[in-house]
């Protein structure tokens, strides 16, 4: 069982420039840019978003506009502001905040309002706020009319540095996350660190959780850059955040490029620290633990068991352990309960006939997926970052 | 403004054998297999059902049937007892009859029943029934778990040379048909043309006006033979039917694989009829008019505009209007009303910023798309079908 390694051949383009950064996620034909930039929405020449839109999408006759409520005031009027000197029809919807909006209720009421604004295959649909957001708009573009054009504008940190990425978009079933959706490329995500400003510090950790998890699975650099720059992320310094959002999503597009369909297994990787999170969100409770802080303790067992089994070195947990702690998030879970557990990651989607499987750490920078892990040695893991 | 010519390196590759036709749809990886036989479902060797299943999936662990009642206890019967030897698990779900079933309701009923029934990756849809069914149950296959195998096997004549071939899957909105969907390509088509035996003759008329069609636009010496051999297709004669589902399938294939997510202006072609056909269904109301009698008269309406343009002779439409009439189908809606049909057309998806746009018959096997078409042609072509 093994991860195929980074193909040589695929890879996330960057263009830095004097306060922003492009970066190109390469999937031939249906290759779109990333743009990280501050303060920059409103500029109306072509570095703005307007002047992004029209370069990302050549003829557009009608944006419409899909927004979390959250956001209305700031983000999404910013949005709105910027394209009001544009020859474009406009249209807003509005999408009450949280999960429950990833809903087949929802998804039917947001078919039928794209049909009320007279959406066509000329339209383009401009996702405003978290990854909420993004997975139900951009599920309501694949499949309205087979495909309607898409722009991601992630407003949490979590969807910038993951969900905008990558393709996937899709709602919850009653009976699962994310059961039903597809796989549908943006033509353009716009990232500007200004949307960070209203974003509740919880959440911005939350998103700090998976920005750390880059480092740890394939970029050693900048998990040593995340090590001396915390203080400054913390503070959401402009560059430095850029900075790291910037990697984050190269990390992601890579391993996009790589296996856009998840078909290769690469994109396995990204789950590092996930099927302890998942067993940790599910038994926790619906909304009790954020998913980036189920992630940051999920990681934290995980590189305990790769310890356990001899995979990785003392350090490597010690030097996860600070980062995560200096990034303000939580490592243990008093009330994590491996009897509860188990049985949840047993279920698991990663979970290939029953066998317990986990994308462990080998050095900062490098995981592997490791098949057949002894019943008792999650146990373990799980215990040593409890209280039971 | 012109139809891009049927390109020369796609093709639809036909293997008749004795008393089966096998075509492959060309779509690069997406390639794959419409059988074309007549009681051949139960064959317990490589050439019945369950071997084609096998030879078309590889690995395969659970089908899910998704059937019209209408069919339960027919074809969905006979489809279910010929993988009764299998080792597959089967779960079967039924579909009320009708149209009403594409709707967001029942799509999401779908969904959590494909949830409760297991399904993942390694599972695949099985769509019994007409174009209903397999509308319905590709969409929900293209999207549960973003995107499970998927077979049809349709059992209209509609469905057999003209919904289940070409990828398009969807469901309607109270305010629009087909507004939702996605194109998803099936591993395999299975008609057996025993399937028909239990089907109403109005629904096998209408299915046969788009066999018609096909020889109208683009297959000439398809036309000739269903003039020559009309009779024994109205009987259903397993010979000659499957012959005519054949030359069909390999008339759509053939555009399909030229455009298959209708970007290049081909799959227009397709439409031949149709903008009189969807003016004259939304007049009659609801129900009223079956699909193919519409198109009926629509071709009728086409062709009676081609002549008054110039750009057919009067000896196509004579030739059109005597096969239409000795199919049963009918030549003419004495209610066609101008005033109300007009209005519908130019809102019709097929008219570019409201100007009428028709694919109008250049000879037998030859159409051209004609842009600014006067309206009082259009309103003569119609009068001239009806009693107005
Ligand atoms: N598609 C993918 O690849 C992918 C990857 C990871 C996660 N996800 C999905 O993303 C979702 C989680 O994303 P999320 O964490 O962004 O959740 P979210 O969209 O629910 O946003 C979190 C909260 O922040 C609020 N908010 C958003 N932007 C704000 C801003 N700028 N200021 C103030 N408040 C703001 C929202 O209203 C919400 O209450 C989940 O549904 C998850 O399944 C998808
Ligand atoms: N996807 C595409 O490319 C495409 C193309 C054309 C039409 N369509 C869609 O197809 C649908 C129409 O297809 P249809 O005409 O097959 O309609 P349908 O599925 O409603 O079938 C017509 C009727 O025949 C019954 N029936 C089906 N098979 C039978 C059998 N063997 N014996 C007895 N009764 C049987 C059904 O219960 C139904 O009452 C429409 O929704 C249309 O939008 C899709
Ligand atoms: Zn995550
Ligand atoms: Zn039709």
Redesign the interface.
Known sequence: MSIPPRSESTSARTRPTNNATEITVDLGQRSYPICIESSATGRPDESGFAGRLRAALGDCTHAIVIQDAAIATSAGQQILDSLAGEDIRISEIEVASGETSKS??R??EL??EL??CGA?RRSVVIAVGGGVIGDLAG?AA??????LRFVQVPTTLLAMVDSSVGG?T?IN????KN?????WQPHLVWIDTDFLATLPRREYLSGLAEVIKYGVIEDAPFFDYLETNIAAILEREPQTTRHAISRSCQSKARVVADDE?ETTGRRAILNYGHTFAHAIEATAGYGVMLHGEAVAIGMQMAASLGVDLGLCSDELLRRQTALIQAAGLPRSWAEADPAKMVPVMAHD?KVAHGKLRFVLPQEIGSVGLIADVPQEKVVAAIRSWSDR
């Open positions: 087949t209720d998804l039917a078919w039928s049909l009320d066509d599920f694949a499949t309205f009319t087979r495909g996937k899709g079933l009653p009976g699962g059961m039903v959706g597809a796989f369909r989607k």
